[in-house]
């Protein structure tokens, strides 16, 4: 999914919703901060989403811009609508920390997206294969901070094991990152 196409389902959504507050927790949500994110972090054709206002409306959603909806069928890609109980294990906080992204087109509809740190933590903590992935690529890429996942990751509502077993696998990947980076090779001069 690009910017754009995430800027359309957000006008899409609103209007199906009627709430001109859309507020997008899936791996997109990293298109709000970092508009030309690498293509191994848009890969997914799917933006998970709820009404800010009237979370109740998010069937509304689904069933209007869902997976195998004429929207879908049309654009190649889709809303899913969720709960804001999708994000239940999500760092403290993480609503203050939502990144808008604003679409000034005809209903100009504001989507609230999780920012990046707090999104590659909601990953870490579903634990999916495509999470992990997605967490791995962003810390590759740089877009997310050691010290800042440390201290959101310490207010996640989540077992001591569970937080351990994601700080190794943080800490495994920043390794792994920093020696990347090294071995790659620099232009003459630098």
Known sequence: MTRGELEHVIRACAEVAQDDDIVVLGSQAILAQYPDAPASLR??????????????????????????????????????????????????????????????????????CMEANDLVLAKCAAGREKDLHF???????????????????????????????IARFLAAEFARSAVESADEPRPPGA
Do not use: K
């Open 43 to 112: 890969a997914s054709v799917e933006a998970d989403v709820y009404p800010r206002n009237h979370p109740e409306r998010a069937d509304l959603i689904d069933g209007n811009l869902g997976e195998l909806s004429l929207f879908h069928e049309t654009h190649g890609y889709y809303a899913h609508g969720v709960g804001p109980e999708t994000a239940s294990m999500a760092p403290d906080g993480w609503q203050d920390r939502l990144v808008p992204v604003c679409t000034p087109m005809t209903r100009g509809a504001t989507g609230w």
């Open 135 to 165: 967490a791995r690529e962003a810390i590759r890429h740089r877009l997310v901070r050691p010290d800042v996942l440390e201290t959101r990751l310490a207010t996640m509502p989540l077992v001591d094991e569970t937080r351990e077993s």
